[in-house]
């Protein structure tokens, strides 16, 4: 069985109690229709004749209401329980994409475009909900309805029926070379509108780049030339689409004929009564619209069944490494990090970290200096665990981090990153950020050790001010000290400031500096800067060059040294 339909199967396992009440009721509308086909033999024998029976008058007029009421009673209700199990389904997949996504390891998301998951969670997911909530319930009675009128055209006259299964194995073979041709149109569209979300979320992430660039129309015509390329795989399923229905409906349409042929024969030999063909007749008749209609059913399954296969991928992805069995849990951490020998690289075969050693101890200031690209922020984002060391060990307190549980590692620490990312809400709900539980006068208490207060307080709002996406609405120097109230907040064992100042003016930067001051001791900081009144205040000063430590010391031991940080030192004075 195809891997995707057994998934989807077990996927559907938990709402089996329902589908099974559904597939009844849809057995029950599927067969309504087929009285039809009595009526049909009742009118011929009963009522076109020269004294037409009012009992049996009466009697189909019964049985074409009782059976349309009851057939739609049981559509309704079939079609709810269908929708219902089935999109309970696509909203369970849609949280566990989520879910996956936030928890994929950041070796993998850094590899996604975010306009890709973003596509993938509503385009491809709509696919499933709409085959799912419409062509399901109409496929089964539609099938129930087919099934029905073959099974009572054998019961009527096999030979007859003999005939129209001649057109089975045609109609099944062109089902599925359209099937194929479907699968493989759909794939390219989703592909193609996936590029096109990516290009959108791109293009509204860097709004002020597009606009002071003026490449508005360079931005306009790339989103055109995807857009055209989706329009394009698009119609070429809708051509297969096309095709599929009348091609059907001509076979259909012969085999329809060759029924008319034969049964016309039959009458004339008398081996068949009128009543007998008529109802024959009016069984056939109830073919017509369900082939008809299953060329769409198979598109619609066919492009559902890709969705369901590019979400899977996703439900498939990776979490963050499960902690491993017996992994150590942290208890009140001083915080001594020590990289023993790391060795690291994003991409095999092009190491960023070589032979990488160094003790960040509890109380110490670590200032990670060097020039860009040489591995600094690599460096600090080893210690959450954001990536994983392919040489050495990071340890924490002496006990190696790997074996550590992430939750408690990552409690111990808070990071405030160089471009520092709020999310839209309240000043304060930032800030709570840090710890959910917060009450509101500690998130004042970190607001104010982060020089925070004085400028959130002189706000119409105050903390009840909206930031904006991504706190656009805030200055750098302002967002950069919610951040460290966030930081502050947490109460963390490692700190970790990732050229948190370097984009600042003199006046935020020193304003930050003293909330700094507040926030060091007593717990281990890395601090990557490229200011001296910052890079100052360290006890110790890493100098990092292409992945290892090229110097180690304090501010006056390397100046004496005359290295490669004198040579820095230096160059900062003179301009
Ligand atoms: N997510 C990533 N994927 C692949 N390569 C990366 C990634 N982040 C950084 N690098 C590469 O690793 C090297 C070190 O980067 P980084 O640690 O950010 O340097 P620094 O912070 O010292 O400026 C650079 O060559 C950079 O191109
Ligand atoms: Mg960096």
């Keep these: 069985m195809n891997p995707t339909l057994r998934r989807l199967l077990r996927e559907a396992r938990p709402y089996s109690g329902r589908l099974v009440v559904a597939m009844l009721l849809g057995v029950l509308a599927g067969v309504a229709p087929l009285t039809l086909a009595r009526v049909a033999g009742l009118l011929q024998a009963h009522v076109l004749i020269a004294r037409p029976e009012l009992g049996a008058v009466v009697l189909i007029v019964v049985l074409v209401i009782g059976s349309q009421l009851l057939g739609n009673a049981a559509s309704y209700g079939q079609g709810y329980l269908t929708a219902w199990s089935g999109q309970r389904m696509v909203a369970s997949f849609r949280a566990r994409m989520f879910d996956r996504i936030v928890r994929m390891p950041l070796s993998d998301f850094d590899r996604w475009r975010p306009g890709e998951l973003q596509s993938r969670m509503s385009s491809d997911l709509n696919l499933m909900t709409d085959a799912i909530s419409i062509s399901l319930p109409q496929f089964i009675q539609t099938a129930v309805t087919f099934v029905g009128a073959l099974i009572y055209m054998i019961y009527l006259d096999w030979f007859l029926a003999a005939v129209l299964f001649v057109a089975a194995p045609i109609v099944a073979w062109v ?34 780049v597009v606009k002071a660039f003026r490449r508005e129309e360079f931005e306009r015509e790339r989103f055109t030339g995807a857009n055209e390329r989706y329009f394009g795989a698009y119609m070429k399923v809708t051509q297969f689409n096309q095709t599929q229905a009348p091609v059907l409906a001509l076979v259909v349409m012969l085999a329809v004929c060759a029924v008319i042929v034969v049964t016309a024969r039959e009458v004339g030999v008398g081996r068949l009564s009128p009543e007998r063909a008529w109802e024959f007749w009016g069984a056939t008749a109830l073919l017509i619209n369900p082939m008809n209609r299953f060329s769409i059913f198979f598109a619609d399954f066919a492009r559902a069944f890709v969705g369901a296969g590019r979400v899977f991928e996703i439900l498939d992805l990776p979490v963050e490494r499960e902690d491993p069995p017996g992994a150590q849990p942290l208890a009140r951490l001083l915080g001594d990090v020590r990289f023993e020998h790391v060795g690291f690289a994003y991409d095999p075969g092009r190491p960023v970290l070589r032979d990488f050693s160094a003790e960040m101890l509890h109380g110490e200031i670590v200032a990670l200096v060097g020039p860009s690209g040489a591995g600094k922020s690599t460096i600090v984002n080893l210690v959450p665990r954001f990536y994983e060391p392919q040489q050495g060990r990071i ?9 550590v549980r992430l939750a408690d590692l990552r409690d111990a620490i808070a990071i405030v990153p160089q471009e520092t990312q709020l999310f839209n809400g309240t000043i304060a709900e930032n800030i709570r950020y840090g710890r959910l539980d917060a009450s509101d006068d500690e998130i004042i208490a970190a607001a104010r050790e982060a020089n925070a207060d004085e400028f ?63 926030l060091l001791p007593g717990r281990t900081t890395l601090i990557i800067a490229h200011r001296l009144s910052t890079i100052r205040r360290a006890s110790k000063i890493l100098y990092i060059e292409a992945g290892s430590v090229r110097e180690a010391g304090t501010h006056e031991a390397l100046i004496a040294a005359g290295g490669a940080y004198a040579t820095l030192h230096a160059a900062q004075f003179a301009r």
Excluded: C, M, W
């Design 456 to 518: 959130v307080s002189r706000l119409p709002e105050g903390y009840a001010t909206i930031v904006g996406e991504r706190g656009i609405r805030l200055s750098g120097g302002q967002r950069q000290r919610i951040a460290i109230a966030r930081a502050i907040l947490r109460d963390p064992r490692i700190l970790i400031l990732d050229e948190a100042t370097s984009a600042l003016d003199s006046h935020s930067e020193a304003l930050i500096e003293v909330a700094l001051d507040r």
């Design 175 to 208: 089902v599925s070379r359209f099937n194929a041709l479907i699968v493989a149109g759909t794939k390219r569209a989703q592909e193609r509108i996936a590029d096109l979300a990516s290009n959108l979320v791109e293009v509204l992430a860097n709004e002020r």
């Design 395 to 403: 340890t924490v307190d002496g006990v190696d981090i790997a074996g």
